[in-house]
């Protein structure tokens, strides 16, 4: 479905499936992106209409939302006629209470502090959540290694624009810290998560908090039954470019606890951050030759800073 407006063939095919399917009467439709709708009902209601891809992902957000207490989260409603997902142009449809207020923007500090808050605040409620089958999804520091393989791929570019320097580095750094990683039993830590269902949002982006009347989390599409650091270690590689890479603004937010350090900033370590963006850059819109060097002399840039909080939180990590 493309954006649509009142009387638009595409607004009139959606708005008369919504109603078949689920007895939802809307008078307006917004898209806010090609799978997130804002939809206003006959009522004055307001909600978010979403489309997803896999019938298991909407089923288990539905189990952990009826077993979750109250909580920060925003959770899907059922359609008037009861239903929970609806099925039509090859997709689910989900429907949930639309939150007024703004998302968070992790360059400021005090949206910082509400994601560190917000997130700790969905942790302690996510506990003691057990539902059939709950969804396995690859460890994440297994997705950061195929994510290593792929950066390889791009070595050329690297090479053409006179930073094969810069390739290689993050190349040797990813390696030796995905080895050093493997002293922690994460294994053991996702089997005592499973076992005590402990739940994790997945994907902490700044986007994925809003702030209204309160700080709520929203998009459970990657929610998961395993060890709630791995929010942790994500939302700190995300605030560390803000943080200028300093180590003790980091610490100051307290984000894990005392026996869990080691494990976090280890896995910190790991530029998977850097690659993603990588990534994001590479597979936009059509960029001038000079636009990737700019970008290449910005990630040595950030690149050094790391560096130093490597060797400075390493320094640290000996004395306890």
Not at 50 to 67: A, L, S, T
């Amino acid at each position: 479905m493309n954006n649509t407006t009142n009387g638009d063939e595409c607004y009139n095919r959606l708005s008369s499936f919504l109603w078949q399917k689920g007895m939802l009467a809307i008078r307006q439709l917004t898209t806010i992106k090609p799978h997130v709708f804002y939809l206003e009902t006959n009522n004055k209601e307001e909600l978010i209409l979403k489309k997803h891809h896999k019938q298991e992902n909407v089923r288990q957000q539905w189990d952990f939302f009826q077993k979750l207490p109250s909580s920060n989260a925003v959770r899907f409603i059922r359609f008037p006629n009861g239903k929970k997902a609806i099925f039509g142009y090859d997709t689910w449809w989900t429907i949930a209470p639309y939150v007024s207020g703004k998302k968070l923007y992790y360059k400021n500090a005090v949206d910082r502090t509400e994601a560190v808050k917000a997130l700790k605040h969905f942790h302690h409620d996510a506990v003691s959540i057990n539902i059939t089958s709950p969804l396995k999804r690859e460890n994440m520091l297994i997705c950061w290694y195929w994510r290593l393989l792929a950066f390889k791929k791009t070595k050329d570019l690297f090479k053409e624009n006179g930073f094969a320097h810069l390739y290689k580095d993050i190349v040797q750094m990813t390696s030796s810290q995905l080895k050093s990683t493997t002293q922690f039993p994460w294994e053991r830590y996702e089997e005592e998560a499973l076992k005590n269902g402990l739940w994790t949002h997945g994907d902490v982006a700044s986007h994925n908090f809003i702030r209204g009347k309160g700080t709520y989390l929203i998009d459970f599409d990657l929610l998961q039954s395993t060890a709630q650091i791995y929010d942790h270690i994500q939302l700190t590689q995300r605030f560390l470019p803000h943080l200028n890479w300093d180590l003790e603004k980091l610490l100051a937010y307290d984000m894990v606890k005392n026996k869990e350090v080691k494990p976090w900033l280890y896995a910190v370590f790991i530029p998977s951050d850097l690659m993603r963006e990588w990534f994001y850059f590479i597979s936009g819109a059509k960029r001038e030759p000079s636009d990737v060097n700019k970008y290449m002399t910005n990630m040595e840039k950030e690149w050094q800073k790391r560096h130093v909080f490597l060797k400075n939180t390493k320094t640290m990590l000996k004395s306890i």
